[in-house]
């Protein structure tokens, strides 16, 4: 059910990033039950396309499909899961860099976080970046970032950063 079917939620509002990964899945059941019933998840699917224009399709076709992936992934997700089903949801997919498409709609819907899964590449990865560092250096609040193998425990443990 979305926002405008249900009255106004009272409890947070969670930014989710969601990428189909295992990773993003540990952030998506954070995200759930940070929002519990009186809260609101907001789910976001984004992603820009990399490299050259060769053998690849028109840009019109990449946006359209890259839309059509993206609500399909959170689809997926939404029909597997009762928790998500039943839960106060709204989702965006937007073609572009995850780390400023999640800040904008932490800001656009008030978000109290903004949570995204992480593998734990290791410290080089970091240096070269990541949507996880980029979060935690430039946003206006906190950012939770779940690991994969963290919600397997009684107890998920996820690093909190704040602005």
Not at 44 to 63: H, K, Q, T
């Amino acid at each position: 059910m979305t926002t405008s079917e249900r009255t106004r939620p009272t409890g947070p509002t969670i930014v989710v990033g969601y990428d189909g990964s295992t990773a993003s899945r540990a952030a998506v059941t954070w995200g759930v039950r940070r929002a519990g019933r009186s809260g609101r998840l907001i789910l976001v699917n984004a992603g820009r396309r990399r490299g050259g224009l060769l053998d690849r399709p028109s840009f019109e076709v990449w946006i359209r499909d890259r839309g059509a992936f993206g609500h399909a992934l959170i689809d997926e997700l939404v029909l597997e899961r009762d928790d998500i089903a039943s839960a106060n949801i709204e989702v965006e997919v937007v073609d572009d860099f995850p780390a400023p498409v999640l800040l904008e709609a932490a800001r656009k819907h008030d978000a109290d976080e903004i949570v995204i899964g992480t593998r734990h590449r290791g410290r080089l990865a970091a240096l070269h970046g990541s949507v996880a560092r980029e979060l935690i250096d430039v946003a206006d609040r906190p950012v939770v970032l779940v690991p994969a193998y963290g919600l397997q425990h009684v107890v998920p443990r996820p690093r909190v950063a704040n602005a």
